[in-house]
Structure formats: C-alpha cells, structure tokens
C-alpha cells in the first residue's frame, strides 16, 4: 500500500472547495509534492471544466464515482445536507484508507452519519468565505492565516493522513485548531450562524431606507449577499444552538432598547467600552 496523499477528490467545486484545492496544491508543491487534484461538480458545463482546469490548477474532472473517489483524501465541499447523502456514495467507493473530510459549517449531523457508516472521516470546516459564490470567486488566500478547525476531538491528529492534511494546511498558512463537533456547533452557532442572520435580518428590518444608507450600513449587513442554499441547510442542522442564541440576542437587544429608553447613560457607556476593547483585541490579532 503507497504512503501518504498523492491525490486529493473534491466534490463540489464552488468557492471554499476551489480554494481549498488551491491551497493544498501550493502546500504540495511547496513540500516537494505533486498532488494529484481531482473532482466533480454536478452543475459544470464543459466551459466550468476548462476554465477550472486551467485557471483554478484542478488536474481532473471525474464524472464516474470509481474514478472520482479512488483518492487518498476526499474533501466534500457541497452544502452540510448534500455533503451528509454523499456519504453512503463515499462509503461504496473510496478505498479502505482514504480519509474523508468536509467543509460543511456544522459537524455534527455529519459525523453522527459518517460514524455510523463506519468511515474513516474527521470533519472540517475553514473559517473562511464571501459573500460571492462560486469558482469564479476562488483563490487560496481566502484561506491564509485563517482559522481551520478539525473536528477530531481534543487534540490534532498526529498520524496518517489525517496529519499530513494538518500539515499541508500549516504549510497553506492555515491556523488548525482542533474540537468535537459538538463543540464547533456550540461555538459556531454564536459567532458565525447568529452574524449572518442577524445581518439578514437587519438588512430586512431597514429595507425602506436601504436607498439613503452609507458605509456603516453596508459593513454591518455584508452578509445580507450571502448564498440561501448553503445557509438553509446550516440553519437545518444546527437549530437548537442557533435559536438558543438567536433568543439570547433578542434580549439583549430588548434590554438595549430599554437602556436607551431610559436615557441610561452609564449602560450603554459600559456597553460600548467593552465592545471596542472586544473590537481592538481583534484587530490586534488581524482577524478583520
Ligand atoms: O465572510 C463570509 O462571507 C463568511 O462566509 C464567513 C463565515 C464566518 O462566519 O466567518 C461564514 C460561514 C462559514 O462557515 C465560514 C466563514
């Protein structure tokens, strides 16, 4: 049996998965490795297939399965309910060592599912995006000194693939950081899930003066662009943790409203002191 990863399948070619691709293709190459980039997309046309392959590095377009998932590492890049279907199709045709990932933003219906196939799988997800869709809008440094998690549990994985893969996304100059996916649906449900609804739903709240606005408006709603088919299925397998904090938010807001009522000066004064150290401590660390 060969050692290491010399071919990489993505299925799903869109933003993250294109420049995911990228990115471990520089990595290879700058480990002295060529590895070999396959994958598919179900909405390519032949105009997609020669504009990935000779802009975006991919090196093959599968369409048969046996082809597409004889890999050592399978990435699922589709939405978090179609990359969970895919698994059973994964399952019938990766070989025994392959490891398989996932981008999705949620992990834990997803490893549920792979673990109950019994595949070799730890979920992923790259703190990373835009509100463009598509490969069109891919390039690796969407990724560069971005937050990748790993969901196997409390520490990274030192051995196999798994590793390689960890070191390929250091040498992408990704920071990989590890948690169960229990953990990563906790913690992204508040500061990632409950962003973008909140964006959403200021854009819809301010609809009838979305003509007047400036700047500060289009900062504050960026994600109101963000793509409903990747978010619906976020949203699906995720709903306890983002409602909890979606009702979370609505009382602080509730509480906001009375402060502001009630001329309270000092609370609000509070409020946004704690928010631009919180502010500050993050541009400190460059994750604007
Ligand atoms: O900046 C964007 O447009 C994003 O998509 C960002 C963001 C995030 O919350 O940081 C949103 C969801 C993804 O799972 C990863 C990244």
Redesign the pocket.
Known sequence: MRQGIHTISFIGLGL?GTSLMQALKHAGEATGRNIEMVGFDPGFNEKDIAAITDNFGLDRFETDPAQLYAADLIVLCAPVLANIALLETVKQHAPADALITDV??TKAEIATRAEKLELNFIGM???????QQGYCAASPELLCERMVILCSGDRLPESGHAAELVELLRTASCNVAAMSPADHDRI?AN???L??LVSTALMQHCRDNVEHSGPGFASAT??AG?PWPVWCD?VRTNRDNIADNLAAFSSLLANLAEEVRNDNIEALDARFREANELYQRLQERGCS
Do not use: D
Not at 125 to 131: D, K, L, M, S, T
């Open positions: 993250i999705s933003s997800h790259p703190i990373a995006g835009r509100e992204y500061i990632s899930h962003p973008q960026r994600l963000s976020i």
